[in-house]
């Protein structure tokens, strides 16, 4: 069922891994939580994925560079996208896309979750070129192959990522 008007107040939630974040999300975030009321980003909680950050850790990460966004809260989840979303009173999902590879995935999740959930809609922004090519896999085997990853993260994921894989 779709609302006829507006909320009065428009909350989106932001759900990803974010092991770790990178400067590809807080540009998202940044841009993003200008356009609506509330802004959540929410971890998935998924035992079958082999993360590098504990959930914990990542909700640490996150809060300490998004502390200065006022309308901005780090969350995660388990279970349905769109049911965690509906908990929250939440009416967007917003999604960063950086390429057209990640087109194919991104509209199949939106059409699912508008299957499952009509009345919550995906609201997709694209990245930044200077972040189009930055993901969070490819920062973690760059790093820990000993490759330069300044201004790819923020410098206390950095730090985070130099402890955990042992690089001086
Ligand atoms: O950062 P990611 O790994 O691309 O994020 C994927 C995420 C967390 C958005 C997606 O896996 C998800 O929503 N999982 C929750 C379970 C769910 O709702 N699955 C159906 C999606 S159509």
Request: aromatic share 8%; charged share 25%.
């Amino acid at each position: 069922m779709h609302a006829a008007t507006k909320p009065p107040q428009v909350i989106a939630i932001y759900p990803g891994s974010f092991d770790p974040i990178t400067n590809g999300h807080l540009d998202l975030i940044v841009r993003g939580c200008r356009l609506f009321d509330k802004f959540i980003v929410a971890i998935l909680r998924n035992e079958n994925k082999q993360p590098l950050f504990s959930v914990e850790e990542r909700m640490e990460m996150l809060r300490e560079v998004v502390s200065c966004y006022a309308n901005v809260e780090v969350d995660s989840f388990e279970g349905l996208l769109v049911d965690y979303a509906g908990r929250k009173g939440a009416t967007v999902l917003l999604r960063g896309i950086r390429a057209i590879s990640d087109y194919e995935y991104e509209l199949q999740m939106a059409l699912m979750n508008r299957r499952l959930r009509p009345d919550i809609e995906t609201v997709f922004m694209m990245a930044s070129e200077a972040h189009s090519f930055i993901s969070s896999r490819l920062v973690k085997e760059v790093f820990g192959l000993g490759g330069n990853i300044d201004g790819l993260v923020p410098p206390s994921v950095e730090a985070r990522l130099r402890k955990r894989l042992g690089r001086s």
